[in-house]
């Protein structure tokens, strides 16, 4: 995908320009911001395809910033803190957040886990069949929509990219091991249980249609139509 802007939110501008020139190097447009204010100011007058956000910045944290974000965007997001803890990761995710990278971090692997977030959200859907529609639900998957009952429904990049992941193996039992792995990569260093975070928080956003993602209980999820 060419032309993908990105947004890197860290008060520390050494890290933004360290990221920033890894990213640079890889044909990718940087946009910077020192807190989250100014980062929503970005976000409202440049169209940006991915954002680096830290969690521990002044005027505006990582956590406020990515409520604000997930309001009115569904760009994904990648959540940088200091902080190694499972529980922090699992409430980045739950906030919205698309991955999470501890600092310090390797830019290299960082880059890396880019690039397979932007062909994951932004590539591969473009490669699938568009427009499935069930009962009361429609899911556009080239264009990223999903509509319950005729409204649409925001859905983050990762709820969308796990909903799809589900059709495409419908009626098929998959482990919560094979959803992570796919959905957050094999180098994917948090908790399994963002997995069940993740799937809660979408049958909520698929309101009465939720029904479609069944619990089998001691392996792990389905979608059965």
Do not use: C
């Not at 032309?3 to 946009?31: H, P, S, T």
């Amino acid at each position: 995908m060419n032309n993908v802007n990105i947004l890197l939110v860290d008060d520390e501008e050494n890290i933004r320009n360290l990221l920033g020139a890894y990213l640079k190097k890889e044909g990718y447009n940087i946009f910077h911001s020192e807190n989250g204010v100014k980062a929503l100011e970005v976000l409202n007058r440049e169209s940006i395809q991915l954002i680096i956000l830290d969690i521990m910045m002044p005027v505006m944290d990582g956590f406020e910033t990515l409520k604000h974000i997930r309001n009115k965007w569904d760009i994904p997001v990648i959540m940088l803190s200091a902080k190694a803890e499972d529980e922090d990761k699992l409430f980045a995710l739950g906030f919205g957040a698309d991955n999470y990278e501890t600092k310090p971090f390797s830019p290299k692997v960082l880059v890396a886990k880019i690039k397979a977030l932007i062909k994951r959200i932004y590539v591969e859907p473009q490669e699938k069949e568009s427009g499935i529609t069930i009962e009361d639900l429609y899911i556009d998957a080239e264009g990223h929509r999903v509509t319950v009952s005729g409204e649409d429904i925001n859905l983050s990049p990762t709820e969308f990219s796990l909903f799809v992941y589900f059709l495409d193996n419908k009626n098929i039992v998959l482990s919560r091991e094979q959803i992570l792995t796919k959905i957050w990569g094999y180098d994917f260093e948090g908790d399994i249980r963002v997995v069940d975070t993740t799937i809660k928080r979408l049958r909520e956003k698929l309101k009465h249609m939720n029904k479609l993602i069944v619990t089998v209980r001691g392996f792990g999820y389905k979608v059965e139509v």
